[in-house]
């Protein structure tokens, strides 16, 4: 393997993680169960939110509800702010011109 080139040697790297995952996942019963709980520690989710914006647990449900909201609506603002910035910078022109 030592006289292989270090960029043949990477692809069959992530093609052999490619085909455990693959094999991994075609054994895997319950795919909710097995994602929830990278799911509920994801900003995307409301359930990161909950427990952001309460820690201790000191707000209403309402109001623990309300603020998740909010926590996750401005997080994806800033995402759309940010890819809106990128395609700026990628394409000065698309910002010029508003589309």
């Not at 939110?49 to 201790?56: A, E, L």
């Amino acid at each position: 393997m030592a006289d292989r080139e270090p960029s043949r040697r990477m692809g069959e790297h992530a093609m052999n993680g490619r085909i455990g995952a693959l094999e991994s996942w075609s054994r895997t019963i319950d795919r909710t169960a097995r994602t929830k709980p990278a799911h509920s520690k994801s900003p995307a989710s409301l359930d990161y939110w909950r427990g952001t914006v309460d820690p201790d647990g000191l707000m209403s449900l309402n109001d623990r509800e309300k603020a998740a909201i909010a926590g996750h609506r401005a997080y994806m603002l800033r995402l759309a702010r940010a890819s809106a910035d990128a395609r700026a910078k990628k394409n000065p022109r698309r910002k010029e011109s508003g589309d």
